[in-house]
């Protein structure tokens, strides 16, 4: 799952503190939910990414999932009117290289233009991304494309429609200027554009924060 969006400027510390203490642990404590990661634009818009890791993409539409997502806590649904331009999507991963993911990421937001997805999919998977991890500076580069469309829920509601996600690249490093320049090189907006991507959006992240539900569950209390 891939959001993007804004915060209201006076809710960004409590936004960030519940994230942190309740909205990830609750996320990550769903079965089927393997990692949590929170973004900050250092460039670009807008200001937050956050990616959620899952076993397969069923798990976004199960029903433990759904439950929580249409019985927000408190907090919750405080925090859900303090959001703003929600950009959020049900990818599956088409390509995946290398190993981890670096601190810095860029992330593109795009669409096939009719007719390209087989051409800029091959030029993708099979001709840019692959190289991408052994540059100096880089680890890891992602295709992902939407999958399944998101159910209407009270939480949504509660914060108002959310705009689609359709294809998206993420490339990792821990070099911020090696991962940067991708997007004035070879991911620039006229390179992909040229291969057949329209809509591009780009902006550079630094990885805020990162749980695991390993790590969560190792951290609460043993029931034995």
């Known amino acids: 799952m891939i959001l993007s969006f ?8 409590e936004h960030d503190n519940w994230h942190n203490h309740e909205h990830l642990p609750e996320r990550l404590s769903i079965p089927g939910f393997l990692r949590g990661s929170r973004w900050v634009a250092v460039s670009g818009q ?9 076993e397969e993409l069923g798990t976004l539409a ?37 190993l981890g993911l670096g ?6 937001r795009f669409s096939p233009a009719p007719g390209s997805d087989t051409p800029l999919r ?16 880089l680890t890891s580069a992602h295709l992902l494309e939407a999958a399944l469309a998101p159910e209407s829920t009270k939480e949504q509601g509660i914060r108002g429609k959310d705009s689609g996600v359709d294809w998206v690249v993420l490339v990792t490093g821990f070099c911020p200027e090696s ?4 997007s004035r090189n070879e991911l620039g907006k006229q390179q ?16 805020d ?9 190792e951290a609460l209390p043993s029931t034995a």
Not at 210 to 217: F, I, N, P, V
């Open 6 to 13: 804004d915060i209201a400027p006076e809710a960004i510390d």
């Open 46 to 54: 807008p200001k937050y990414f956050v990616m959620y890791e899952v």
């Open 62 to 98: 199960s029903p433990a999932y759904l439950e929580r997502l249409n019985n927000p806590s408190p907090w919750t649904a405080r925090m859900m009117v303090h959001y703003r331009g929600m950009n959020r999507g049900f990818c599956r991963l088409s390509s995946s290289f290398g």
């Open 103 to 108: 601190r810095v990421g860029l992330l593109i």
């Open 122 to 137: 091959e030029w993708l998977a099979e001709k840019l991304l692959p190289a991408l991890p052994a540059q100096p500076g």
């Open 179 to 182: 991962v940067a320049s991708l």
């Open 192 to 207: 992909l554009e040229r291969h057949g991507a329209v809509d591009v959006t780009s902006g550079l992240y630094q990885m």
């Open 209 to 217: 924060y990162s749980l695991s539900d390993r790590e969560l569950a």
